[in-house]
Structure formats: structure tokens, C-alpha cells
């Protein structure tokens, strides 16, 4: 059986490196002189590896998505494990406004998928960045960098200069999955892979880690979505 994979070169990488995203999406990242007959033999190698990936419990199927969803009066918009209607109305400030509801002004007709999508990064940086910050003084760990950014397939990650950053997107996943992804890459600067000790720290310091698993995979292709 033939493996399909994307191959993602950059200059500044030394090694060659295989990831298995949530959607089961295999991932080569790959130094700029790699051949293509080197990528095709690494990934031969790691076939047995990969197989028990894409078949992994974490990982969700690429579920129809439902059709059409616009930012229009009557339609919803997920925040916070919660869904909220929206509704188009002028607002004092002349942005969007929330209030157990997305109030959207109509000036912002063209482009409300942006405006709301900005509205959310926003949401993620005040409310996601303090949620960090305590959990790190819990863990008793030191971040060098939080950030909130746009990565359509890591809920967030962990470098080895004790930099961590958050999908936007989680701001829309309620807020216990968004502190056990939060501790989950914080427990990296600790462990940094998944041994039992990893999913202990975890554990200890977010106790409702399997259901936040659950919530993910149940629903985590939810959050993907533009609203």
C-alpha cells in the first residue's frame, strides 16, 4: 500500500523528521537538499510506525463538515465549548461586540469571516497567554516565550528553547481542554517525551485530561472550522 505524505523543506533543517497530524495527515520535514528518493525511503522505513499513528485513538477522521456556514443573523459562532448566535447590528464601538452573542456591525459585510477570526485571536491572547502563565507557576517551569499562533494542525507546542505556543482556534474549545493542552505542552519543559512520569505531571495537574482527550477528539475538527 502506497503511503501519501507532504513534504515540507526548510534551509535551516539539519534532520529529517516525520509527523502524523490529528487529521492523519503524514508530514516530512525535510532539509532542502533531501532527495526525493531519501524522503521515499525514510517513510518505507517508518511504515510499521506510521501505521500505528494513523490509527491512533487521538486521531479523528476527516468528518463531512456541514454545509455552508456564514457569518449572517440567525447563524452560531463557537466560543468556549459554547455556541452563540450572531447577529449583524451596528455597535458603539463599531467592532464586534459580545454579549451571550456575536453583535457584528454591517459595515464589516465583506469581510466578517476576518473580523471575526481577528476577534477570536484577541480572545486567545487575553485569555489563553494568563491561563499559561499560572500553569507554569504551578508546574514550577519557566516559559521564554508564549504565543498565540495560526498552525491549522497542532493544538499547540514546545521548542527546545522553552518556547510554547497555542492554536488561536483553541479559544473556541471550552476551557478545560484549553488548560489541558496548555499543561500538556508545559510538561514538556519537564519530560520531554510522552513516559508514564509525562502523563503523570499531566494528570496531577489537570485531572479532567481524559475527558479534555475525549472533547478533542470528539470534536476538535469543530474548532477548524471558519465559524
Known amino acids: 500500500m502506497d503511503i501519501d505524505y507532504k513534504i515540507v523543506r526548510s534551509a535551516k533543517r539539519k534532520k529529517l523528521t516525520i509527523t502524523v497530524e490529528r487529521d492523519r495527515l503524514i ?18 522505513s517508518k511504515r510499521q510506525w506510521l501505521f500505528s499513528k494513523l490509527h491512533h485513538l487521538q486521531k479523528y477522521d476527516d468528518l463531512p463538515r456541514p454545509p455552508g456556514k456564514e457569518v449572517v443573523n440567525g447563524e ?40 471575526l477570526r481577528d476577534w477570536y485571536v484577541e480572545r486567545a491572547n487575553e485569555r ?10 504551578k508546574l514550577g517551569v ?30 473556541k474549545a471550552p476551557i478545560f481542554v484549553v488548560d489541558y493542552v496548555i499543561v500538556h505542552e508545559l510538561a514538556h519543559l ?19 485530561m481524559e475527558k479534555a482527550k475525549t472533547w478533542l477528539k470528539e470534536h476538535g475538527q469543530l474548532l477548524e472550522q471558519e465559524i
Open 27 to 44: 508530514v516530512v520535514h525535510a532539509p532542502e537538499s533531501a532527495s526525493e528518493t531519501l524522503v521515499r525511503q525514510v517513510v518505507e
Open 76 to 115: 452560531s459562532a463557537l466560543y468556549l465549548g459554547r455556541e452563540y448566535r450572531i447577529e449583524i447590528a451596528e455597535t458603539a464601538s463599531g467592532a464586534i461586540e459580545f454579549s451571550r452573542r456575536f453583535i457584528i456591525p454591517p459595515v464589516h459585510h465583506s469581510i466578517r469571516l476576518e473580523v
Open 128 to 137: 489563553i497567554l494568563p491561563r499559561v502563565r499560572e500553569h507554569a507557576r
Open 142 to 171: 519557566k516559559v521564554a516565550l508564549a504565543s498565540i499562533v495560526d498552525n491549522r494542525y497542532r493544538w499547540g507546542s514546545c521548542t527546545i528553547n522553552d518556547n510554547v505556543s497555542f492554536n488561536w482556534r483553541l479559544i
Open 190 to 208: 519537564l519530560e520531554n517525551n510522552h513516559t508514564p512520569r509525562f502523563w503523570s505531571i499531566v494528570r496531577a495537574t489537570s485531572p479532567l
